[in-house]
T-cell receptor, first 115, second 115 residues
Framework: KAGVTQTPRYLIKTRGQQVTLSCSPISGHRSVSWYQQTPGQGLQFLFE???????NKGNFPGRFSGRQFSNSRSEMNVSTLELGDSALYLCASSPTLTQGSYEQYFGPGTRLTVT | AQSVAQPEDQVNVAEGNPLTVKCTYS??????LFWYVQYPNRGLQFLLK??????LVKGSYGFEAEFNKSQTSFHLKKPSALVSDSALYFC?????????????FGTGTRLKVLA
């Protein structure tokens, strides 16, 4: 099976702009989670989607939003970018609980740099 | 509050020596615990998990972890370290929240195996 894919891998944006990141989960996985990774904060949970519904949300401002499509692909959007949004954004997918697996499978991440 | 702590930012070990990367957790209910490894410019890679059963769990690349309920710990171990084990290691717990669950990650421990 193909792994989790994220596009683009690298992005450079200017303060005030907006950005959309994309994630394609492993085939058959319906849960997609997004994380922000920075050297000082580690992995911070952004949100989780399951069957096109946001099931859980972390403590991030409303500038961070996401959605999931019927094919389980997910997008994350950040509006009005700030310098502090520079980070590695990771997407992770996981199978349904009925499949007896609880671990997450991560994509390679999108490195966002805000100047 | 539910949390995961990795008390060491960095662990140095000589090649061939045993290694331990520490993790303690605080979560309501039975903990589901995970270890992930991250190589440079890559996403996180699943190593092993504890859900239930034997307190010693074995995972990929010769790693194992010991679940200790009384000490609320889940330390990662390997009998003989390799230089190629040098990477960033994350401990995570699946924690119940608002009728669903979320994954909480530690801040990571950088493992350096010296030749």
């Amino acid at each position: 099976k193909a792994g989790v894919t994220q596009t683009p891998r690298y992005l450079i944006k200017t303060r005030g702009q907006q950005v959309t990141l994309s994630c394609s989960p492993i085939s058959g996985h319906r849960s997609v989670s997004w994380y922000q990774q920075t050297p000082g904060q580690g992995l911070q949970f952004l949100f989780e989607y399951f069957s096109e519904t946001q099931r859980n949300k972390g403590n991030f401002p409303g500038r961070f939003s996401g959605r999931q499509f019927s094919n389980s692909r997910s997008e994350m959007n950040v509006s009005t970018l700030e310098l502090g949004d520079s980070a590695l954004y990771l997407c992770a997918s996981s199978p349904t609980l009925t499949q007896g697996s609880y671990e997450q499978y991560f994509g390679p991440g999108t490195r966002l740099t805000v100047t | 509050a539910q949390s995961v702590a990795q008390p060491e930012d960095q662990v140095n070990v000589a090649e061939g020596n045993p290694l331990t990367v520490k993790c303690t957790y605080s979560v309501s209910g039975n903990p589901y615990l995970f270890w992930y490894v991250q190589y440079p410019n890559r996403g996180l890679q699943f190593l092993l998990k504890y859900i239930t059963g034997d307190n010693l769990v074995k995972g990929s690349y010769g790693f194992e972890a010991e679940f200790n309920k009384s000490q609320t710990s889940f330390h990662l171990k390997k009998p003989s370290a390799l230089v190629s084990d040098s990477a960033l290691y994350f401990c995570a717990v699946r924690a119940p929240t608002s009728g669903t669950y979320k994954y909480i990650f530690g801040t990571g421990t950088r493992l350096k195996v010296l030749a």
